[in-house]
């Protein structure tokens, strides 16, 4: 009797040291990795590191014409938006990773031709 699931954590077993070496790679080019974020008007722009933190922001003299409450927007939507694109620039590397894996490629099938979900 051969079990399915057996195969597939055997298979992932012998994939981990090399999933590991890349992602200890891929994991520094994400340290010096950073995304940008621009507000809607164009007159904030923000940087975000791969962890989220921000890095820095630049803010047109245009801006402040802007009220206080609008000006706060606007650096809120471009923190936002460079801190979702620092985050899928990390899901995209480690999806480039994993994204191979035997679990990956049928992560719904329970190995006897049911989805789990």
Not at 23 to 35: D, F, K, T
Request: charged share 25%; no cysteine.
């Amino acid at each position: 009797m051969t079990f399915p699931a057996l195969d597939r954590i055997e298979a992932l077993a012998r994939n981990l040291d090399g999933w590991q070496r890349e992602l200890g790679a891929r994991m520094a080019e994400l340290e010096q990795s950073s995304a940008e974020g621009v507000s809607d008007s164009g007159l904030v722009t923000v940087t975000a590191a791969a962890d989220g933190r921000i890095l820095s922001t630049e803010i047109n003299a245009r801006a402040m014409r802007l009220d206080s409450y609008t000006l706060a927007e606007e650096f809120t939507a471009a923190a936002n938006r460079a801190q979702e694109a620092a985050a899928a620039r990390v899901r995209e590397i480690v999806g480039e990773v994993m994204g191979n894996t035997p679990a990956a490629e049928r992560a719904g099938d329970d190995g006897y031709g049911h989805d789990r979900y």
